[in-house]
């Protein structure tokens, strides 16, 4: 297991992501002096986003069911917990985007080589209103796909 988002596992056999990118934002206000410059003041913390690219070789690596999940979670609207497969927790997220691109196609059409961009933004911890539901929404997911 390299990430969980929710009940997603992110792995070989799922979808691979290829790196994790991770910016985090700081609010800073600006008030305009007359004769010096602006004042700064520290307001909180800005956005924080993860960004997942990755490629899935269904022959060999991932399957294309892995996008429809995360396509379903994302249609929940709801916030999903994310975990490092070393444990580390990094809080709740909403999937803000999902892009992907087939490319190398069989004669059916079938594409070789899927890669994906999966962006994600973290919402405020106490915000336990927009966790998705857990067991029963990945359940739901899962019929949905099989």
Not at 29 to 41: D, E, F, L, V, W
Request: net charge positive; glycine share 10%.
């Amino acid at each position: 297991m390299m990430l969980a988002l929710g009940m997603f596992v992110f792995s070989l056999s799922t979808a691979a992501y290829q790196e994790l990118q991770r910016q985090t934002d700081w609010r800073h206000a600006s008030n305009s002096r007359i004769g010096a410059a602006p004042a700064r003041q520290f307001v909180g913390r800005g956005e924080d986003a993860i960004t997942l690219p990755g490629i899935i070789l269904p022959e060999l690596a991932g399957s294309t069911l892995s996008l429809d999940a995360l396509r379903l979670m994302a249609n929940t609207g709801k916030a999903w917990p994310m975990v490092e497969g070393s444990g580390r927790i990094y809080g709740l997220w909403v999937i803000e985007s999902l892009s992907e691109t087939k490319t190398l196609f069989f004669r059916d059409g079938t594409p070789r080589r899927i890669e994906f961009t999966l962006s994600l933004k973290r919402i405020d911890d106490d915000r336990i209103d927009l966790i998705g539901a857990g067991t029963r929404a990945g359940i739901g997911i899962m019929r949905t796909l099989l």
